[in-house]
T-cell receptor, first 117, second 109 residues
C-alpha cells in the first residue's frame, strides 16, 4: 500500500509569483485535505476535496485554490504569493467522508516546504 | 467558533516519570477528538482517538465533557516518546481537523 506523497519537497518563490503543489492520495482514498502549517503552529485547514469536488474550506482567501483529479490526486495553487504564505503545506487523505462511508482518520504526507522571499 | 488549546509548548520529563499533555477545546456539541504525533523526521500520524477508548504505546486520553478537556497521559515516559504532539478535533460532517498549536515532549534519560 502506497502512502500519501507530495511534490516538490521544498521550493523557493518570490512574492507575487504563483505556485502549484501536488499530492497523491493513499491507495483507495477519495478524500484529500490540505493544511498550512506555519512555524511553531499547528496545521490549519485550507480546503478539502471529495470525489473531485470541494466540500469544505477554511479561512483562506480565494487566491488559494485547488483541484482533485479522477485518480483522486490533488493540486493546491496559490496565486500572488505573500511573505506570510511561507509554511509547510500538508496533504492528507482518507477513504470517504468522516461519519459516512469512510474513516475519520487522516493519513498525512511529508509536506512541501514553501519559502516566499 | 471552535478552538483547541494546548497550554504547554514544551514538556521536559525524565525517563520513567509520568507525563500528561493538556488539551482543552471549545465546542458546545459532541466533538470527535484525536491526538496526532510527529516523531523527528517523520510525518504526522494518528496516535489515538477518543471514540476508540484504547491505549496506544502506553498512552491514554479521556474525554471530559464537563471540563471540555482531552488530556493525554502516560504513566512511565520512554525516550522514544520524544516528539511533537497535537490535539485535534472534528466538529462537522466533512471531517475537517482543527489542531492545537502542539506540545513538544522531550524525555531525558
Amino acid at each position: 500500500e502506497t502512502g500519501v506523497t507530495q511534490s516538490p519537497t521544498h521550493l523557493i518563490k518570490t512574492r507575487g509569483q504563483q505556485v502549484t503543489l501536488r499530492c497523491s492520495s493513499q491507495s483507495g482514498h477519495n478524500t484529500v485535505s490540505w493544511y498550512q502549517q506555519a512555524l511553531g503552529q499547528g496545521p490549519q485547514f485550507i480546503f478539502q476535496y471529495y470525489r473531485e469536488e470541494e466540500n469544505g474550506r477554511g479561512n483562506f482567501p480565494p487566491r488559494f485554490s485547488g483541484l482533485q483529479f479522477p485518480n483522486y490526486s490533488s493540486e493546491l495553487n496559490v496565486n500572488a504569493l505573500e511573505l506570510d504564505d511561507s509554511a509547510l503545506y500538508l496533504c492528507a487523505s482518507r477513504p470517504g467522508l468522516a461519519g459516512k462511508d469512510g474513516s475519520s482518520e487522516q493519513y498525512f504526507g511529508p509536506g512541501t516546504r514553501l519559502t516566499v522571499t | 467558533a471552535q478552538r483547541v488549546t494546548q497550554p504547554e509548548k514544551l514538556l521536559s520529563v525524565f525517563k520513567g516519570a509520568p507525563v500528561e499533555l493538556k488539551c482543552n477545546y471549545s465546542y458546545s456539541g459532541s466533538p470527535e477528538l484525536f491526538w496526532y504525533v510527529q516523531y523527528s523526521r517523520q510525518r504526522l500520524q494518528l496516535l489515538l482517538r477518543h471514540i476508540s477508548r484504547e491505549s496506544i504505546k502506553g498512552f491514554t486520553a479521556d474525554l471530559n465533557k464537563g471540563e471540555t478537556s482531552f488530556h493525554l497521559k502516560k504513566p512511565f515516559a520512554q525516550e522514544e516518546d520524544s516528539a511533537m504532539y497535537y490535539c485535534a478535533l472534528i466538529t462537522d460532517s466533512w471531517g475537517k481537523l482543527q489542531f492545537g498549536a502542539g506540545t513538544q515532549v522531550v524525555v531525558t534519560p
